[in-house]
């Protein structure tokens, strides 16, 4: 029987961070060897961000009369990673709006984007420039923009600019830490853009929360605020193939707090 690596005894390890080319390995074998669908994947991950929004900042938590969010998508795997997170905070009765700028051809990508349309989820059309604008129209913003499989060199516009305003917001959050206030925007990144996977990340965007996904990169190992780990999926035997030393989930739950 294939029992979690927590069964197996002995001392607790600690958790391990994965480089970028481990984290590229074990999603390989999940669609190769262990046949996971990106579709399957994509939604399990999109789901676990939005659960995760809801324990960070909970309806009752929100300044605003209404519980907007941002929803900022890039074009490749995270910005559809944020698509399924803004259909699934719709249904826990969030009001999200997307910015997709760049929206890919990819069947994948055209079948989110058609879901959350179908949801009456508004798309923006551009993205203020006017930091304040974006501050006194929504509670927080979710960012999509690029995950582990992004080359930032390569984005190229509109992303740099989104990434200079996101980390212009991110200002405004470290002033006024702790705070829920129509000042004050809370910024949730599914990868810290700017950030590279196993260097000095001090130019990058340091969000309130971050959310990593199957598990965490070396890139998070020295943030400071609220983490959480969406793997609960990830199957044991790879798990101690690469000695992950995963927390134990709670009950039910898809994501555990770090």
């Known amino acids: ?62 300044g605003k009369r209404q519980p907007t969010v941002l929803v900022v998508c890039g074009p490749d ?16 009765e969030y009001a999200p709006t997307i910015f997709y700028p760049k929206r890919s051809s990819h069947s994948l990508h055209k079948d989110f984007m058609v879901q959350c349309e179908r949801m009456d989820i508004p798309f923006l059309s551009y993205l203020p420039t006017e930091v304040q604008l974006i501050n006194d129209a929504y509670n927080l913003v ?33 002033s006024q830490p702790g705070q829920c206030t129509c000042e004050t925007l809370w910024n949730l990144s599914l990868y810290a853009e700017g950030w590279e996977a196993e260097g000095d990340n001090s130019d990058g965007i340091t969000p309130e929360v971050l959310i990593s996904l199957t598990a965490p990169k070396k890139c998070a190992a020295g943030f400071s605020g609220k983490h959480f780990l969406a793997g609960r999926f990830l199957p044991f035997d790879i798990q101690r193939k690469y000695e992950l030393n995963l927390p134990e989930y709670s009950g039910t739950d898809c994501l555990v707090e770090l």
């Open 1 to 62: 029987m294939n029992h979690s690596p927590t069964e197996t005894g002995g001392p607790a390890q600690p958790l391990r961070y994965l480089s970028k080319l481990e984290a590229a390995a074990i999603e390989t074998e999940l669609l190769k060897d262990y046949h996971f669908g990106k579709q399957q994947l994509i939604e399990l991950w999109g789901h676990a961000c939005a659960i995760g929004i809801v324990k960070a900042f909970p309806l009752s938590s929100l």
């Open 142 to 174: 979710v960012d999509a923009v690029a995950g582990p499989e992004t080359e930032l060199a390569d984005l190229g516009e509109p992303y740099g600019g989104i990434l200079l305003t996101l980390k212009q917001l991110k200002i405004a959050v470290a």
């Open 77 to 92: 795997q995270n910005g559809c990673i944020g698509l399924v997170c803004a259909r699934h905070l719709r249904m826990f």
